[in-house]
């Protein structure tokens, strides 16, 4: 729980003939990390690699060929055929297959959603007739003609706030402007007027706006309104059948063929993974080698593996960690598994998002989970909150298993763990939804015992920063930093003058005689020994003292650092005060909202009123107050914690694998 998963480093030989099947192996294992040689092992630089470019750009369009013909076959999900460890490797041929078949489904569909798309156009076409002719026809005038000799006509649309302006102007002409209907801001017209005014007419027009509607012949055959919808109805039915019967080829198509995409999908990842495979391994004259990390449990089950498809013509050496010659120069990074049970993968997010820890250091998720879950349980105290936070955790929980994703999944879960502590604190303040006098609680109500909290979050804080201390001087041990254990910022000596410190302080606070041995073994010793960390340091090492820059600027660069130390632990201290101040701003909060509540509950309509601000004081405190503390509670951990102890710049664990949650 608190180390990584053990992992070993596995060196493969095999022969030409066997490659393809060994290959093959390690793509259905799915366990091995496998390592760029060129990298880790500086000798393989001078063999060659296997060129595998051609296939994997093949492989690629084929992916993307297949991408866009399940969206054009609305197929949201690959529907599941068999396991995915089944599907063999791939080879040209195989992908001659795909592409034949998928060309030739691509093709149909193509032309059958043209075809479709085409008379969804026709469709639009025929209702923009009726749109643009039924104006007319409702007043029974006929569509207008512009072979008159002496009349020029006009039909068309202008905005509504331009009716006056174009009756104005035309009042000094012979001509009138019919309104015919209005939709929305625009009314349809016709504009009468003489040829000989037609300059004036088109400059009137085009300063209203005036938009023309073309007629077309469809519409100029039908005399009436319901000759016109007649019609068109007719068509439309006929066309919408016509699409229909495409959707139903589409379907056909879908149900037949999902099938068959799936197994190409499937088919396409092994070739891609395979790919992949092939781009760690060197070649020799006569043999092709390779090198991974597997964790150490199943060492031998990948062994038997790959000497069972080369048939026992394989060499594999596995080595430790500590025997790698890389390692122990610290230039390869030996890749990292954790082994979180079920409960805390969801805090694994938070370790996560700062960092990868190192494979020697201590994985902190569970102290993570304590003190996250505390933090924001103390921050965000009510049962009604908790319970609401823990009915959305829930449901993401149980959207994301439709979904299958593992992301929303954790924190669903997340939510869910941090509103049951919310609740627990809810009950240990007697706060129910803002309110509370319903209930008694099991503690102390914050806002009675404000002294008290911040004394709490302070001892808290001082808990939590010990931990990191004692993290630090074990990942120091791990990994043989035995300097950094002693003289580190959160190494032993810093570590005892802090909790000397926090001794005195709690003594004179006590308001009793602080003894003065724990002030000078305490405190002043410590301090000493960090002034003199480099001495001391050459001393143990057996070498001669080195001021690099000058004893001076030791001096100089000592005294700050001391001072860093010093601030920095007051300041991580006194940081956690917080816990216990969004502890009062919690209800603080609703004494603003119950005040509301008062104000308009004897007016008019004030029960209405009340029961609106209660409910969106309560939702606004849950959304924005929630967010505040969690962004707080990971704060906390970070800054404060995390800054003691965690070593980052770890790799994580990913063996090439079919299986896509890894």
């Known amino acids: 729980m608190f180390t990584p998963h053990r992992m070993h480093q596995m060196n493969v030989i095999v022969f030409e003939s066997d490659l393809e099947e060994v290959a093959k192996a390690i793509t259905r294992l799915g366990v091995l990390h496998l390592i760029k040689l060129d990298e880790e092992k500086p000798w393989t630089r001078k063999l060659e690699g296997i060129d595998s470019a051609e296939m994997q750009a093949r492989i690629e369009m084929l992916r993307e060929k297949i991408s866009s013909l399940m969206k054009k076959l609305e197929i949201r999900e690959v529907p599941r055929t068999r396991d995915d460890q089944e599907v063999d490797r791939v080879t040209d041929r195989d992908l001659d297959g795909v592409e034949e078949e998928l060309v030739t ?42 072979s008159y000799r002496f009349l020029m006509v006009r039909y068309g649309k202008i905005r509504s706030d331009n009716i006056d302006l174009i009756q104005d102007k035309l009042a000094d002409l012979a001509a009138v402007a019919l309104r015919l209907e209005r939709r929305d801001d625009e009314d349809f017209m016709l504009v009468v007027g003489l040829k000989s005014d037609r300059l004036k007419l088109k400059r009137i027009l085009r300063e209203a706006a005036f938009e023309d509607v073309e007629i077309s012949d469809e519409s100029r055959e039908s005399e009436t309104e319901k000759e016109l919808t007649s019609g068109l109805e007719k068509k439309i039915t006929g066309l919408r059948r016509e699409i229909d019967e495409i959707n139903g080829e589409l379907q056909e198509i879908k149900d037949d063929k999902s099938a068959l995409i799936a197994r190409y999908y499937q088919l396409l990842r092994v070739g891609e993974l395979y790919v992949k495979v092939k781009g760690y391994i060197k070649k020799t004259s006569r043999t092709y080698l390779f090198s991974g990390w597997v964790p150490s449990d199943r060492k031998n089950y990948v062994k ?81 909150h908790g319970a609401i936070l823990a009915v959305i955790g829930i449901l993401m929980d149980i959207r994301s298993r439709k979904r299958e994703n ?51 979050a302070i001892y808290f804080g001082i808990i939590m920063i010990s931990g990191g201390i004692v993290l630090n001087a074990v990942n120091a041990i791990r990994m043989r930093a035995y300097k950094s254990l002693l003289f580190d910022h959160a190494g032993i000596i810093s570590g005892v003058m802090y909790w000397c410190g926090v001794a005195v302080v709690s003594t004179f606070l006590a308001s009793e005689p602080v003894p003065v041995k724990l002030i000078a073994v305490g405190i002043i010793l410590p301090l000493v020994l960090i002034f003199l960390r480099e001495p001391i340091s050459a001393v143990i090492e057996k070498r001669r003292v080195n001021f690099q820059q000058g004893v001076f600027t030791y001096l100089m660069e000592t005294v700050i650092e001391i001072m860093e130390i010093v601030t920095g632990y007051l300041g991580n201290t006194v940081s956690f005060i917080r816990v216990a101040a969004f502890s009062l701003a919690h209800v603080g909060l609703f004494i603003a909202v119950f005040s509301l509540v008062d104000m308009v509950k004897d007016s008019s309509g004030g029960i209405i009123y009340s029961a609106l601000i209660l409910i969106l004081g309560n939702a606004v405190v849950i959304v924005l107050e929630g967010l505040v503390v969690t962004i707080q509670a990971i704060r906390l951990e970070y800054y404060e914690f995390f800054s003691k102890f965690f070593v980052g710049g770890g790799r994580s664990y990913q063996p090439i694998s079919l299986k896509k949650d890894r």
């Open 406 to 456: 593992r992301t929303i999944m954790l924190i669903g879960r997340l939510a869910l763990y941090c509103g049951v502590s919310s609740m627990i604190f809810g009950v240990l303040f007697g706060s129910i939804f803002g309110i509370e006098d319903l209930f008694e609680g099991l503690w102390r109500k914050p806002m009675d015992n404000v002294l008290y909290f911040f004394k709490v």
């Open 304 to 384: 038997k593996e790959i000497l069972k498809a080369s048939s026992g013509r394989a060499i594999i050496e596995i080595v430790a960690p500590e025997e790698v010659a890389g390692v122990k120069e610290g230039k390869v990074k030996v890749p990292v598994q954790f082994k979180h049970p079920r409960i805390l993968q969801p805090f694994g997010i938070l370790v996560s998002s700062y960092g990868t820890p190192g494979y020697n250091v201590i994985d902190p998720t569970f102290l993570v989970a304590i003190s996250f879950l505390f933090m924001f349980g103390m921050m965000f105290g009510d049962v009604g």
């Open 105 to 146: 489904i691509e093709t149909r569909v193509d032309s059958l959603l043209a075809k479709r798309e085409r008379l969804k156009g026709r469709i639009g076409q025929l209702e923009n007739i009726f749109a643009e002719t039924s104006p007319l026809l409702k007043r029974g005038i006929p569509a207008p003609d512009t």
